[in-house]
């Protein structure tokens, strides 16, 4: 899905596919096989060869084992390293979506935890949700408070320029959700801002690389339009505040598009429960699944129609900073 919303956002993708499944994992079966760590390399080495690896952004996002990791991450810093004497020539954008796990439970094996923060100060943006930020960070979240002081400790420790926090929701009760975001300062303190959209009462399916390739590519937009493309990590002078940084302006659009899909999406899932229920009583067995895989379709985010959310998002949702006794 990333590679497909980056392209219809304009820009000339190269996908190397870490899994090649039939479906994703919901369903509740699958076949397909995961990439090794030799084979990423070898279809990047190739890219290489024939000239054709003269990127300024890797988006990195799930791997199967902690080698494909380190496979992904040695691309990273060919990229990087090809771009030393040339500031804002090549971005890092999730490691540095660290897909690891969720609500308490691990996606991958607990070996690729030190691979991923072996990987951390070579990142120029983080995209984490809270589990993912507990994992990296070493902290227990339970308020905003100790998410702000997690966010604070890996922009000190490992030098991480920004850092997105997304699915920010402590209560289940609660009407919104939460996305964090930080650009540090030169003294690596954070510049954090927060986002509330109203929360969705739906399971979805693809909005971790939804979001993360909106970012990538709204934040360009706004470093081009803030003039920051030639600063190392696209990062802002400190005099600019957290809801003024191109990473607020940034994610803000990125929300817009995604309310405005989620919305819609939601309309067809509540469409399939309504047939299902039409159908009759349960009846167990197979009839069960059926149904299961029905409302699991359903739940698929529907970008394909609905491209005109992702080109012109309707910007809502604003950002507040986030740095008074009050947010904590």
């Known amino acids: 899905m990333a590679a497909f919303v980056m392209q219809a956002l304009g820009c000339e993708v190269a996908a190397i596919n870490t899994v090649q499944f039939s479906n994703h994992a919901a369903y509740g079966q699958f076949a397909g096989t995961r990439t090794s760590a030799a084979e990423i390399a070898a279809l990047y080495d190739n890219l290489v060869a024939n000239q054709l690896a003269r990127f300024d952004v890797l988006l990195s996002g799930f791997a199967p084992s902690a080698a494909a990791v380190e496979a992904v991450g040695a691309i990273g810093r060919a990229l990087r390293t090809a771009s030393v004497g040339k500031p804002g020539s090549f971005f890092w954008g999730g490691v540095l979506d660290p897909v690891m796990g969720d609500a308490g439970s691990w996606y991958v094996d607990a070996d690729v935890l030190p691979v991923y ?5 070579h990142a120029d943006l983080l995209l984490p949700n809270v589990f993912e930020l507990e994992v990296l960070s070493g902290t227990k979240i339970h308020s905003l408070g100790a998410l702000a002081a997690a966010v ?31 650009s540090k300062r030169v003294d690596g303190t954070p510049r954090l801002f927060r986002i509330d959209v109203p929360a969705l009462d739906c399971f979805f399916s693809g909005t971790g690389d939804l979001f993360a390739a909106l970012t990538i590519v709204r934040l360009r937009e706004a470093t081009v339009a803030a003039r920051l493309e030639a600063r190392s990590s696209w990062l802002s002078s400190d005099d600019v505040c957290a809801i003024e940084l191109p990473l607020a302006k940034a994610v803000e659009k ?23 229920e039409q159908e009759g009583p349960e009846r167990g067995g197979e009839w069960e699944r059926i149904q ?32 008074s006794a009050s947010e904590y």
């Open 117 to 121: 923060k072996a990987l951390l100060p």
């Open 152 to 182: 604070t400790e890996l922009h000190s420790l490992y030098q991480i320029p920004h850092i997105v926090v997304t699915s920010v929701r402590f209560a289940e009760a609660s009407p919104s959700i939460t996305v964090i975001g930080s």
């Open 254 to 276: 990125v929300l817009a598009s995604m309310q405005q899909v989620l919305v819609k999406t939601k309309a067809a899932v509540d469409m399939a429960v309504e047939n299902v």
């Open 292 to 323: 299961h895989l029905k409302k699991t379709r359903a739940a698929e985010v529907r970008i394909v129609r609905h491209l005109k959310d992702l080109r012109e998002p309707k910007v809502v949702f604003r950002a507040v900073p986030l740095d």
